[in-house]
């Protein structure tokens, strides 16, 4: 086990753990009081794990990321490490991240994270957010709208409710982010009655919103008890007439299905049935929703621990070496987890050494639809469990900065929730 204090000698020595950056670009690890922010100036008062954390994310954040949609994803994880030691230093990053999320969305981006979803941002900012929101960027920033809704109600149900109003104006719904409103507006509340019946008149394009027909139905069924019989008779056969024209598909046949099931709960079978009769596009669709087999979800790429304990003891790196990027680098963190909980450094190292190469070959290959920064963060985890210095070591030196910063969040993640015991 490493002394906890020869391990932040280590740290901060400038050489033994190598920085992309030079240590005079970080106003985090400058000698001038002057370049440091005021909630800095008391780390004398944390704990060597909390100095750990917080050192550790100045560095990270400090790397250039010149994608916006990785600096987002920096700046979200940073705030969410250090905000339960240095709540200062996280609203600066909240703060900088919702302006990247707010310019990435004006231009027509949906951004990997959102920090307002996940209620990672103060009031002032996330109205500030919402007012410069564009009308025609609604749905977008739907992730973002919910977040300030849910998250502040007070201060953002007014400024999403217009900028909602707006949207419909111009046929751009986001059905999420008008339930999320409803919701805090009241059910029952004049806005939120007038609204639901709104929205279903100004339904868009089927057959290029098979995406969001769940969606539609699911606020069908949860607004239909909330309104007048007739409101909840009108917009279910406007559903169902929208559904009928969208191409037969199994996103198609659960709405389809959820929707008849909310229509015959609050109408009863008679008012269902008369309701049915009153077009034929919706009888149809009624009576033959379409294909109900299961939704295609995306595959979880996960890596059974329990496996990599299974096959401790005997060396997998030829097994490893076959597999793709991203697979390799997460079994072999796992087998390298396995072998170093297990007393087996050499091998753990040895697995590390395999897995860190994995990331910089995955991250080099990666697409948009791909998830590598989970990949780089499981992997960073896993090292960190068994050695935070190395770990954080291996982390800097990972050939793209973007990838540097996630692994080393991960690792300042460990030590911020474990602790240093290694």
């Known amino acids: 086990m490493a002394d906890i204090k020869l391990l932040f000698a280590v740290l901060l020595t400038p ?10 670009t970080n106003p985090r690890v400058s000698d001038s009081p002057h370049s440091r922010p005021e909630s800095t100036k008391a780390q004398g008062k944390l704990t060597p794990e909390q100095r750990f954390v917080v050192d550790t994310v100045s560095m990270a954040v400090a790397l ?52 307002m979803a996940s209620g990672q941002a103060d009031c002032a900012t996330a109205q500030n957010f919402v007012d410069n929101l564009q009308a025609d960027a609604v749905a ?21 409710s217009r900028k ?38 100004s339904l868009p394009d089927a057959k290029k919103s098979n995406h969001e027909a769940e969606n539609f139905a699911a606020m069908y069924a949860r607004m239909s008890g909330e309104v007048s019989q007739d409101a909840a008779r009108k917009a279910g056969v406007q559903l169902l007439v ?41 009888n149809a669709v009624a009576h033959n929703p379409g294909r109900q087999q299961r939704i295609q979800r995306a595959p979880k790429n996960g890596v059974s621990v329990l496996e990599a304990m299974q096959n401790k003891g005997t060396d997998q790196s030829d097994r490893l ?17 396995a072998a170093g909980t297990g007393g ?38 896993a090292a960190a469990h068994v050695d935070a210095l190395n770990a954080l070591a291996r ?20 030590v911020g929730s474990s602790g240093l015991t290694r």
């Open 15 to 24: 050489g033994l753990v190598s920085n992309p950056v030079s240590q005079t």
């Open 64 to 115: 250039p990321q010149p994608d916006p949609q990785d600096r987002l994803r920096v700046l979200s994880t940073a705030a969410d490490v250090v905000s339960p030691v240095d709540r200062n230093m996280a609203r600066s990053l909240w703060r900088e991240g919702v302006q990247i999320e707010s310019d990435l969305i004006r231009l027509g981006q949906r951004p990997a994270v959102s920090m």
């Open 140 to 160: 977008q920033a739907e992730q973002s709208l919910i977040g300030a809704v849910t998250s502040c109600p007070k201060q953002t149900v007014d400024s999403v």
């Open 164 to 201: 909602l109003d707006a949207a419909m104006e111009k046929k751009v719904l986001a059905p999420r982010a008008l339930m999320a409103t409803m919701e805090a507006q009241g059910t029952k509340s004049a806005w939120s009655q007038a609204h639901f019946a709104r929205m279903f008149d």
């Open 242 to 282: 929208w559904l009928s024209g969208m191409d037969d598909s199994p996103q198609r046949a659960l709405a389809s299905t959820i929707t008849t099931g909310a229509m015959r709960k609050v109408l009863g079978d008679e008012g269902y049935r008369q309701a049915l009769q009153t077009d034929v596009a919706a």
């Open 321 to 337: 070496r076959e597999l793709p990027p991203s697979n390799r680098a997460r079994e072999a963190a796992a087998d390298g987890f």
């Open 344 to 381: 087996n450094k050499s091998q753990a190292n040895k697995y590390f050494d395999i897995a860190f190469a994995a990331v910089d070959e995955a991250w080099e290959g990666r697409t948009p639809d791909s998830n590598t920064a989970a990949v780089v963060q499981e992997v960073g985890e």
């Open 395 to 414: 982390a800097q030196k990972l050939h793209d900065s973007g990838a540097q910063a996630i692994a080393m969040l991960a690792v300042a993640r460990v």
